[in-house]
């Protein structure tokens, strides 16, 4: 069976900080999502990471996939309160996905 | 991309009755999932959708509690049966759009049972 751990599951930073964020996953895959949630919405697609070594870049966020470790990363620079949500990476095992838990982040002035 | 048009957005029920979500995508799709999100919590696959045949579901999800029909490649509604407080969730559609551009998701339905 198919497990995604995330880490950490809260994260507060202060504006201008970088952190990272971890995704795991327990079976091979070529394929990883990242998806964005604010406050009582939806699930909004961030990146999608096709393939080993695959890097992605939008704005703040950048998102890389090491197939061979099993891991994904997420890494915010210089955070702004924008950025304040809930964030999960997303495996396919076939055809469905399996999310991670989710990572809460909270930017502060 | 594809649109996904879900409703209703939210709801309030009374426990025993039962509530019937609708998911509409723009383009035909092979298959259709719905997702359960309680509070707090990450998303749980309940059960795919393909049209013509049986939803498959998930462990801990069953056909009674959980009624799917697909009746065309753009088009599937996840019914809520017999619904108790434990049933508020956040019930979610979702579509792959292709291997490029992954998954997207309906807008969502906000069920509060009371």
């Known amino acids: 069976e198919l497990k995604v751990e995330q880490n950490p599951l809260f994260l507060s930073m202060q504006e201008g900080k970088n952190y990272t964020i971890y995704c795991n996953y327990s079976t091979t895959s070529d394929r990883l999502y990242w998806y964005r949630q604010d406050p009582g919405k939806s699930l909004e697609s961030l990146f999608v990471l096709l393939s080993n070594g695959a890097v992605k870049q939008e704005g703040r966020l950048m998102a890389s996939l090491d197939t061979k470790a099993r891991l994904s990363t997420l890494h915010i620079t210089a955070a702004v309160h924008d950025l304040s949500a809930t964030y999960f990476c997303a495996v396919p095992d076939r055809f469905k996905l399996t999310f991670g838990k989710g990572t809460l982040l909270t930017v502060n002035p | 991309s594809a649109v996904i048009s879900q409703k209703p957005s939210r709801d309030i029920c009374q426990r025993g009755t039962s509530l019937t979500i609708q998911c509409q995508v723009d383009?035909?799709?092979?298959?259709m999932f719905w997702y359960r999100q309680q509070p707090g919590q990450s998303l749980t696959l309940i059960a795919t959708?393909?049209?013509?045949?049986?939803?498959?579901?998930e462990s801990g999800f069953v056909i009674d509690k959980f009624p799917i029909s697909r009746p065309n490649l753009t088009f599937s509604t996840l019914t809520v049966s017999n619904m108790s407080p434990e049933d508020s969730s956040i019930y979610l559609c979702?579509?792959?759009?292709?291997?490029?551009?992954?998954?997207?998701f309906g807008s969502g339905t906000r069920l509060t049972v009371v």
């Open positions: 959708a393909n049209q013509g045949s049986e939803a498959t579901y």
């Open positions: 383009s035909q799709v092979t298959m």
């Open positions: 979702s579509v792959e759009l292709g291997t490029y551009y992954g998954y997207t």
